[in-house]
């Protein structure tokens, strides 16, 4: 096994590191995005080396809750061979979170969040039918 690139990688915190707030999971593809940019600047090319950068970045919660999903064991215990790689791991974390996958990103009940403020918006400026449409496209 090639030797982890910790060192390579920012530090959990510091500014350039990649991050993810559960609370919005439509910024979940964006922090794999940004891991996997961080994997070819410092040459992490295992599955487990990557999961184990995956992980540094959360906090205990999250961390805890992404050890736990199966894919991240580099086997299936039942059956004791290798299946699990680094996309098997992050489409399962990514399937745990409802909106972060780009198919169901966004659906009717956004669209009638959006509108439902525009009814009791009173719009006056292009300023605020530019925002009022931008919301479409977030």
């Not at 794999?32 to 994997?39: D, G, Q």
């Not at 540094?56 to 299946?83: F, G, K, V």
Request: charged fraction near 20%; charge should be positive.
């Amino acid at each position: 096994m090639a030797q982890p690139h910790y060192n390579s990688m920012p530090a959990r915190g510091h500014g350039t590191a990649p991050s993810f707030n559960p609370s919005e999971p439509r910024e979940l593809p964006r922090y794999f995005t940004e891991l996997k940019f961080l994997f070819a600047c410092c040459g992490a090319t295992g599955n487990t080396e990557k999961k184990a950068l995956g992980i540094r970045y959360m906090d205990y919660n999250t961390s805890e809750q992404w050890l736990l999903i199966s894919e991240y064991q580099p086997y299936d215990a039942s059956q004791l061979a290798h299946l699990y790689s680094y996309n098997d791991w992050k489409r399962a974390v990514i399937s745990v979170y409802p909106g972060a996958n780009a198919a169901t990103k966004y659906g009717m009940a956004d669209l009638d969040q959006i509108m439902g403020k525009a009814t009791h918006t009173n719009i006056k400026t292009i300023g605020q039918f530019a925002n009022y449409y931008r919301k479409f496209y977030q």
